[in-house]
């Protein structure tokens, strides 16, 4: 999974839901503008009652719609069950007597007759992945049971989470069934901003990365752990990262894979991604013609132009799909960009594309779906206004639809294909009634143990020189970075040599040499 959904800032898909909130919630204090403010960066010691609760382990029942639906998880090979738990935690870490939120948790027992370290906490990135559906099924991390309890949990404001709603599903369903212009996508906002208020305003203000890092060390006391150990993907880098810089001593054995640039700013961000995502694209149609028979195109540029005419094509007229529904130009994108991640979907990208020109939108529609999350019965789960709420409590940027059209040459000429639309995404907190708290994150952790933070040469949603800074910004001694000549969003058990090197610091101990390059 990753960042479109795993982004830090998903701003394609931000474009079909953005939220711009008229109306406040109950609860929080305003700033002089009349906007709510997000949770103060200090924080109060917290209660017995939190930090001393047990936690009540129950076998896993089948996530719930807000997670992403599907079936309970299955036992793992050895016979081990998942279990289930929530935990109480501040609403407000400046309150934190006041109200609480439950936060689902999941879990897997250690192997038996190993050397147990303790828990190994996974962040699957976003902001709005649920950790409880997708722990399950990262079988990579299974070989991590030797020594850890494998850990997850849906942050807040995701899945189970005090998850965040807006609209609903027919809703969403409309909205995606047109495409805007950057007038209409700002008074498309208007309309879904009182239901966004209505459903959840009281959590609003309080679910960005801090609030959620601190959650993470309430969790480290809960589970009985002295050290945090930790591994995050995409936006959990920047979870990690955060969480580093506030609790420099409980920082465990750290793992950062598809590293978000805590140097960049929205706007720095967003241009990297469609830089990025037209890299994947070229390096897709690079491949694409070199396996004969099954890659509908002569040439990249014959790949090129005929997706580009795709795509005019499409914004004139939607193509049909076999549920009834019309797969727009956005829809479209959207759909090309859910196979960016990994090399290994490419081969899917070649059929839906070839698909498309045939006059069928089933499979990019398919695509689209699954990256919003959108399931086969029409629900929606919580990720695209969870990400939208935790991207908006983050930073203090509110732009506007002139800033952005001012914005378009830049990104039209960074990709042709993606452009537009990541810069239509920068919308995504115009209005919005919290008030951010920062720019860019803070992640300096002098004191803190090594972190292994990797970055992919072919990332197209979190650019590799963003390890780079990462590593630099924790401070020397504390970022060691690794560097991976290859395809997609993610190494970890998809690269040998990066998969090897994370292993050996996760379990013994060894960390890799600072600036190791697999190939």
Not at 322 to 341: F, M, N
Not at 342 to 368: F, H, I, R, T, Y
Request: hydrophobic share 35%; glycine share 12%; charged share 20%.
């Amino acid at each position: 999974m990753s960042r479109f959904p795993t982004l830090r800032t998903t701003s394609l898909l931000c474009a079909s839901l953005l939220l711009t909130l008229g109306a406040t919630a109950c609860g929080p204090d305003k700033d002089a503008t009349g906007r709510l403010n997000s949770s103060p960066a200090g924080a109060a010691a917290l209660p017995a009652s939190l930090a001393s609760q047990k936690l009540n382990w129950q076998p896993c029942t089948a996530p719930s719609t807000a997670q992403g639906g599907g079936a309970a998880p299955g036992k793992l090979p050895d016979g081990t069950a998942w279990e289930c738990a929530t935990m109480k935690a501040p609403l407000d870490y400046a309150k934190p007597a006041g109200d609480t939120i439950d936060l689902a948790m999941i879990r897997a027992r250690a192997e038996g007759g190993g050397k147990r370290t303790g828990s190994l906490v996974f962040n699957f990135g976003g902001p709005g992945a649920s950790g409880v559906a997708t722990l399950p099924g990262f079988a990579p991390a299974r070989t991590l049971r030797s020594h850890y309890d494998l850990v997850s949990f849906d942050p807040r404001g995701v899945g189970n989470s005090a998850g965040v709603r807006c609209l609903s599903d027919k809703e969403i369903d409309a909205q995606r069934a047109e495409d805007h212009d950057l007038a209409g996508t700002a008074e498309q906002n208007k309309r879904t901003a009182a239901a966004c208020a209505k459903h959840s305003g009281k959590v609003l203000p309080h679910v960005g990365t801090e609030s959620a890092a601190r959650d993470m060390d309430l969790m480290r006391q809960v589970l009985g752990d002295a050290k945090l150990n930790y591994f995050g993907m995409s936006y959990g880098t920047e979870l990690g990262g955060v969480y580093a810089h506030l609790f420099p001593k409980h920082v465990g054995r750290t793992v950062l894979d598809a590293v978000v640039d805590p140097t960049q700013n929205a706007v720095q961000e967003s241009l990297g991604q469609a830089k990025g995502f037209q890299l994947a694209l070229d390096n897709y149609l690079a491949h694409c013609v070199k396996t004969p028979g099954t890659c509908p195109y002569r040439s990249p540029e014959d790949g090129r132009r005929r997706i580009a005419g795709l795509l005019a094509k499409t914004a004139k007229q939607p193509l049909p799909t076999k549920s009834g529904r019309k797969l727009t130009k956005e829809q479209a994108i959207i759909g090309i960009v859910a196979t960016l991640y990994s090399k290994e979907a490419w081969p899917a990208l070649s059929v839906s594309l070839a698909q498309a020109e045939q006059g069928s939108g089933d499979n990019l529609m398919m695509l689209a779906d699954g990256y919003i999350g959108r399931d086969d019965k029409g629900h929606y789960n919580t990720m695209q206004s969870a990400n939208t709420a935790v991207n908006c409590a983050d930073t203090k940027q509110r732009r506007t639809p002139k800033e952005v059209q001012a914005r378009l040459p830049e990104f039209r000429k960074a990709s042709p294909v993606f452009g537009e639309l990541t810069a239509t995404g920068l919308l995504g907190c115009h209005g919005w009634p919290v008030t951010g708290t920062r720019d860019t994150p803070e992640v300096s952790a002098p004191g803190a143990a090594p972190i292994v933070v990797i970055g992919n040469a072919g990332d197209p949603a979190t650019p590799v020189a963003g390890a780079r800074k990462m590593a630099e910004k924790l401070g020397k001694g504390v970022g060691v970075l690794l560097t991976v000549k290859g395809e997609g969003h993610g190494t970890y058990g998809v690269n040998p040599c990066a998969t090897k090197a994370v292993n050996g610091h996760l379990l013994d101990g060894k960390v890799p040499a600072d600036g190791t390059v697999c190939s």
